[in-house]
């Protein structure tokens, strides 16, 4: 388990946005701790989709994760959605984990903080 992802999470983060090569399974790299962040429900989660989206809590205030497939022809699409709905979400939290490709663009969430992972 990678203890420095579970301490980087912290109550100032609203959530991870996670991009990987393939789709959600236990052999990707971060699963075991991602999993352990929501509880287990990403082992209830695998599917064929290319993008997963989830919402928890985390010490006390709502917490999202969006998985994203990299080369998903729809990226753009599902980040917007990630995007609506983490701001319908009004939190104070402005702090999102991107672990991924550092060539996803994510300008549309200039009104958050991304922290590259």
Do not use: C, R, V
């Not at 609203?14 to 790299?29: C, D, F, H, P, Q």
């Not at 205030?61 to 980040?79: A, G, K, R, V």
């Not at 550092?102 to 590259?116: A, G, N, S, V």
């Amino acid at each position: 388990m990678n203890k420095n992802l579970l301490e980087t999470i912290s109550p100032k983060y609203l959530g991870i946005i996670w991009a990987t090569k393939g789709l959600l399974s236990e052999k990707l790299e971060y699963f075991e701790e991602i999993n352990y962040l929501f509880n287990g429900i990403l082992n209830k989660s695998k599917n064929s989709e290319k993008t997963t989206l989830l919402l928890g809590n985390s010490f006390g205030n709502p917490f999202f994760l969006t998985h994203i497939q990299e080369n998903d022809s729809m990226i753009e699409q599902n980040l917007d959605q990630t995007l609506q709905i983490i701001k319908s979400l009004n939190s104070d939290n402005k702090n999102i984990l991107f672990i991924g490709d550092k060539k996803i663009k994510l300008t549309k969430f200039k009104d958050f903080k991304i922290q590259i992972f």
